[in-house]
């Protein structure tokens, strides 16, 4: 209904309700690929908006993708194989989430054993995931200080060991090893307030292909801050702001 706003967020009560995919025959155009099916309608529902991730099955071969139901605690669990996108099925487990889920961030782990979902007018949790059925289970809600009202980021080091994850000001390290995760944070950066253009504040984390983490920031600024080694304890990983 858009005729009034979600009850007790000011956002109207929309979400996306299409999951699309395209195919792309990566043989075609000297190995370019060619769009060879477009706008196919995987799934509808109402679902949050974004946070589509995906990791390998335990076959290395097969991929699962997740895509949050929204106004749940709810997520679709496609199963991608070389025969197509198998039959989804809902795994619920962990808060229910509310009407403002834009603007968040998630992701798994490389070794497709943990699952990570912040928003800062949400939660912060982390699940374990069974990489071979797709169950989500034995969620922990996690203790981000000064995460409401920001645009948190997270990412997980290339050995799936630590998780990161920041506020606007503030970034964090937690060892997924550890007995209690939520209790192994360790403070591991604070904004050192430089500018360009805009306050260089921290805000999406992406882990890439040469095994570092870049952190982008919320503003127009032409800096990228890097954690340099990620899969280190502490001050070790050597998070250097707007480094690029």
């Known amino acids: 209904n858009m005729d009034k706003p979600y009850q007790g967020t000011g956002h109207l009560g929309i979400a996306p309700v299409i999951l ?20 196919v309608i995987i799934h509808q529902d109402t679902f949050g908006r974004g946070n589509i991730k995906a990791t390998y099955h335990a076959n290395g071969t097969d991929w699962w993708m997740i895509v949050p139901k929204s ?24 808060e229910v989430w509310l009407d403002r889920d ?5 992701v798994f782990s490389p070794d497709g ?15 374990e995931f069974d990489n071979e059925t797709g169950d989500l289970f034995n969620s922990m809600l996690i203790d981000l200080p000064d995460m409401q009202s920001t645009r948190p980021g ?14 606007r000001q503030k970034v964090y390290q937690f060892d997924l090893e550890a007995t209690d995760i939520p209790e192994s944070r360790i403070l591991i950066a604070e904004y050192d307030g430089y500018h360009n253009i805009g306050a260089t504040t921290f ?34 990983s050597q998070l250097e702001q707007h480094a690029i």
């Open 71 to 94: 106004h749940s605690n709810c997520y679709w669990m496609f199963l991608i194989t070389k025969d197509g996108i198998q039959d989804p099925f809902l795994e619920c487990e962990g």
């Open 154 to 167: 997270v990412a997980i080091s290339p050995n799936s060991r630590f998780m990161y994850a920041n506020t």
């Open 113 to 127: 054993r943990w699952y990570a979902r912040l928003h800062g007018s949400n939660y912060f949790q982390l699940y």
């Open 203 to 236: 805000n999406m984390q992406a882990l890439a292909p040469d095994n570092k983490i870049y952190i982008s920031s919320p503003t127009s600024t032409y800096h990228l801050h890097v954690i340099h080694k990620p899969d280190c304890l502490g001050e070790q």
């Open 20 to 39: 699309y995919g395209q195919l792309i025959d990566m043989s075609l155009n000297n190995g370019l690929g060619k769009v060879i099916e477009k706008n």
């Open 102 to 106: 834009q603007l968040g961030q998630a």
